[in-house]
């Protein structure tokens, strides 16, 4: 009998684990070259060295905060997934309201655990001139990511525990698909839930953004402005949105303190993720993870009675974000391959690897971006390549 079990998953995962392998090795191809050696680059040569010694200890302080508040996140959880089904028994709210209730509980938790590290990382910005933000607009914000995840916590827990009432544990064969379609309508309502873009006031760029997408191979995207000086010096851009929602959105600390041959580079690297479909292959690589990842919390899950009882809750929120931590090398992996696509291609179209140069080495000068991070943060924290191998690439 438990060979004939054997056999029968063995008939089942093979071919899964063979379409799974097929579908990352064609998200995981870019139009980088395979050939491509990038030449050295001294860290010395981007910046001068009182700005870069001062980029180095920022991030290196960064980088502790940021690990001491993941590992702050786990062990709260672990905490929460020993202890925290106890707390059902003085609920009345029923068995989704209950689950939902252990679920924003655990989120509350959370939250306290990471606010004195998020205090420290704001107290290390405000030193450094990143943010003007003072402490109480600080938590303003937090409180209001903190509602939206209250809110996609209720979601997700009233998709689950409503699936898993029915299909007992086989609920994450129904869920999977249903969070890859929310997935994707959050990819595609994101730029409409972005308060106070304006419309790029520059006619010569707005005409060159248009040149570039056509060269690129898209249509037109409309190009907006983030006032992101209210809130940091640091410059940064971004782009979002599916179809009729797509954008660039760039910030206005961009357009203060970079040339516009730097900010064209920007302007074709956003356009970029756009042509080459990131935002839909960043909807696959979440798919890729969201079937196996949702099988593995529902295993779990079964120690507590399976997600369908609230008690395993808290056990399920950990086995979440132990998940997401192990997952962090390979999904930072894929995030700097596109973002490498999108050098490249911006590269291609603009052929002005000079702006390009002053453009990255102007990170390290105003984002205190380090050139030449650890490995350990690059595998766990970059989402792009390092300066160093921008420039080296342009």
């Known amino acids: 009998m438990a060979r004939r079990r054997a056999l029968r998953a063995a008939l089942v995962l093979v071919p899964l684990g063979t379409v799974w392998l097929v579908a990352a090795a064609f998200l995981w191809d870019t139009s980088v070259p395979s050939d491509l050696r990038l030449p050295d680059v001294e860290p010395a040569r981007l910046v ?38 106890r707390l059902m028994r003085e609920s009345a709210a029923g068995r989704i309201g209950t689950g939902m209730l252990l679920g924003m509980l ?8 990471q606010l004195p590290f ?22 303003v914000e937090d409180w209001l990511a903190l509602a939206g995840a209250f809110l996609f916590i209720c979601l997700a827990l009233l998709i689950v525990m409503a699936l898993a009432g029915v299909l007992r544990w086989r609920w994450w064969i129904a869920a999977a698909p249903a969070f890859v379609g929310l997935g ?8 409409y839930l972005t308060p106070g873009l304006e419309p790029l006031d520059d006619p010569a760029l707005e005409t060159r953004a248009r040149q570039l997408a056509g060269e690129l191979g898209t249509d ?3 190009v907006r402005v983030e006032a992101m000086s209210e809130y940091t010096s640091a410059p940064n851009a971004w782009t979002a949105g599916i179809g009729p929602s797509r954008r660039v959105v760039i910030g206005d600390t961009l357009l203060f303190g970079f040339s516009d041959a730097e900010v064209v580079v920007v302007l074709a690297h956003e356009l970029a993720h756009q042509a080459r479909e ?27 009675g399976g997600m369908a009882e609230p008690a395993a809750v808290p056990l399920a929120l950990l086995v979440l974000v132990g998940l997401q931590t192990l997952a962090l090398p390979i999904d ?11 050098d490249w291609s911006a590269l291609e179209v603009t052929r002005t690897p000079g702006a390009a140069e002053r453009l990255f080495a102007g990170f390290t000068e105003e984002a205190l971006a380090d050139p030449t991070p650890p490995g350990w943060s690059y595998a766990l924290l970059e989402t792009h390549p390092s300066i160093e191998e921008r420039v080296a690439m342009a």
């Open 48 to 85: 001068v060295a009182g700005d870069l010694a001062r980029a180095e200890r920022f991030e290196r302080v960064s980088r502790l905060l940021a690990l001491g508040g993941q590992v702050a996140l786990l062990v709260v959880l672990a905490l929460y997934a020993w202890r925290g089904h």
């Open 106 to 113: 655990g989120l509350a938790f959370v939250w306290f655990s």
């Open 118 to 139: 998020g205090f420290a990382q704001h107290w290390w910005q405000r030193r450094y001139g990143l943010t003007e933000l003072n402490y109480l607009e600080f938590i």
């Open 184 to 191: 994707t309508f959050f990819a595609f309502l994101f730029p």
């Open 220 to 222: 037109p995207i409309p």
């Open 278 to 304: 990131h935002i839909w292959k960043g909807v696959g690589w979440y798919a890729l993870f969201a079937f196996p990842g949702a099988f593995l919390i529902a295993v779990a899950a079964r120690r507590r």
């Open 332 to 342: 930072n992996a894929f995030s700097r391959r596109l973002e490498a696509e999108a």
